[in-house]
Structure formats: C-alpha cells, structure tokens
T-cell receptor, first 111, second 117 residues
Framework: SQQGEEDPQALSIQEGENATMNCSYK?????LQWYRQNSGRGLVHLILIRSNEREKHSGRLRVTLDTSKKSSSLLITASRAADTASYFCATVMEYGNKLVFGAGTILRVKS | DTGVSQNPRHKITKRGQNVTFRCDPISEHNRLYWYRQTLGQGPEFLTYFQNEAQLEKSRLLSDRFSAERPKGSFSTLEIQRTEQGDSAMYLC???????????????FGPGTRLTVL
C-alpha cells in the first residue's frame, strides 16, 4: 500500500512560473525523498530531507518538511518546459529498509 | 554507462507464460530493490537484496514471483504463469547502505514494461 498522497494530482503552468507540489504521509519517518519520472522512464532522485530538517534547497528546488503535520512540499522555481514530468514523494520509515511512494503529481510546463 | 540497466526494456507475453527480467545494478552498490509500477501510480516495493541475501518481500510478491541475486551482483525477477494483472512496469533500483545508516538515495534503472495478453 502507498503511504503518501500527493496534491495536486496534476498541475499545468506556464514556463517561468513556480510549481508547488504537496505530499502527506501517515507514519513516522526517517527521511523523505522526492523523485522525478519522465514519461515511461525510470526515476531520478531530486532531493532528500531528514526528519530533523525543516527546509532544504538544491538549485531551483526547495523542499519543506513539517513532521507535526506529516507533510512535505516541493517548490520548483522559474519552471522550464524540461521540468515536465511526474513527481513522487517517497518516505523511509524509522528503521525502514525501503521507499514507500505516493501516487505522484503530473507537472506540465507550457512554453 | 555505469548506471542501473534492465533487460529487456519491453516484454509482451501471453497469459500463462513465464517471463524473466534482469537487472544490473551499479557495481559498488550492495542493495538492490525491485518495484512494480502501474499506470498513474507510484512504484510499489516488491523485494530487496543486501548483497546476495533477500531480506524482505512484499505481500504483493505472490508465489508466482521469484527473485534472485546470485553472488550479489545482477538480479533476476521471474514471473511464472503470468496473468493480465501482472502487466506493469518493473523497476530495479540500487544503492549503497552502510551498517546502521538509514535508506537514502536510490538509483533507478529504465524499467521493463510487461504486457500480458
């Protein structure tokens, strides 16, 4: 069963705009990760945030984590057409040994 | 290319046939994972290996599914007596996990898309 739920399910924006995706989960975690998947391809790791961290940046990506609300958000700033993809959050539970993925957000960036 | 590779990339088979997929992980990685992904969903964990030992299997992995990782290198996933519900993308991932450290970044292969007619 999947642990997380992403919101929205789909998002369509213009190039240059910011995109925000949210993820909620159910159990205590060790860390939360975001992955990108281009159509029909494998997943690419974007960023990892540990349970004792609140915010993390990587290039145009900003991730926040609120463990009290069991939620995370991924912000992509100044989006590009190449950012068009599905984005998944994945959690690792305390003492867990695997990733538990949500259903993903489909992002479309129009040029 | 030193990434994770999977073969074949696509497999079409008839119901009742057996299929086998192969995954070659990044060479220095001690962990290898198999996931299954259906359309519109995120990947679901199937099983993982630490070196050659299979340490966890999901309830999704029925007795028709078997996975091996001989010598702790490549891995195979076999599905016997395939059913239409087995149609999915099968993803392999690898990572290096130190003793006592949490699971972190995993490196995924391109997947094998299985279609059961």
């Amino acid at each position: 069963s999947q642990q997380g739920e992403e919101d929205p399910q789909a998002l369509s924006i213009q190039e240059g705009e910011n995109a925000t995706m949210n993820c909620s989960y159910k159990t205590s975690i060790n860390n939360l990760q975001w992955y990108r998947q281009n159509s029909g391809r494998g997943l690419v790791h974007l960023i990892l945030i540990r349970s004792n961290e609140r915010e993390k940046h990587s290039g145009r990506l900003r991730v926040t984590l609120d463990t009290s609300k069991k939620s995370s958000s991924l912000l992509i700033t100044a989006s590009r057409a190449a950012d068009t993809a599905s984005y998944f959050c994945a959690t690792v539970m305390e003492y867990g040994n695997k990733l538990v993925f949500g259903a993903g957000t489909i992002l479309r960036v129009k040029s | 290319d030193t990434g994770v590779s999977q073969n074949p990339r696509h497999k079409i088979t008839k119901r009742g046939q057996n299929v086998t997929f192969r995954c070659d992980p990044i060479s220095e990685h001690n962990r290898l994972y198999w996931y299954r992904q259906t359309l519109g969903q995120g990947p679901e964990f199937l099983t993982y290996f630490q070196n050659e030992a299979q340490l966890e299997k999901s309830r999704l992995l029925s007795d028709r599914f078997s996975a091996e990782r001989p010598k702790g290198s490549f891995s195979t996933l076999e599905i016997q007596r395939t059913e239409q519900g087995d149609s999915a993308m099968y993803l392999c991932a690898s990572s290096h996990k130190g003793l006592g450290s949490p699971v972190h970044e995993q490196f995924f292969g391109p997947g094998t898309r299985l279609t059961v007619l």
